[in-house]
Each structure stands twice: as structure tokens, then as C-alpha cells.
């Protein structure tokens, strides 16, 4: 995956599984501390984990009524759209 491709991947939370749509934002390389590669513009709280042994991205999620989320979820969950 690239920077802009837009992605899917399924959430599962409280017993109700979630499909959430997002754009890749960020390529984190392996062992690389995502808090290193972020830029400036977005807030890192939400995002949990150290490094990940391959490849990762960054996906920003449009939450309807409110600002844009950011999210980790592992590779092999993503799929391109």
C-alpha cells in the first residue's frame, strides 16, 4: 500500500463488528516507533503500540459529525477499496 489509497478493514468492539473506511496517511517502516514518523498534525493519544515487525500505515478515518480519527490497525487486516 501507498500514501492515498484508500483502505477498509473490519473493527470489532463490544460484540459489534464495525467496517471502517480510511486513506493511508502515513507508511510506518518496520521497527520504526510510530511517535517518530508522525507529523505535527496529528494527535497521537488514540494511537496505541510501540513499533510492529513489518510495514504499517496510518489510516485517517472521516468520523461523520466530528473531526477525523486516526487508527493503526495491523496489515494484514486492510484491504484497498
Known sequence: ?????RVWWLSHARGHWTRKI???VLVV???QPVINV?????DVTSIRGTTRVTESY???VLVEGRRSKLYWPLS???HKE
Open 58 to 60: 496510518l489510516v485517517e
Open 1 to 5: 500500500m501507498k500514501l492515498g489509497d
Open 29 to 31: 517502516p518496520p521497527g
Open 22 to 24: 480510511g486513506v493511508v
Open 76 to 78: 494484514h487486516w486492510l
Open 38 to 42: 508522525l507529523s505535527r498534525r496529528y
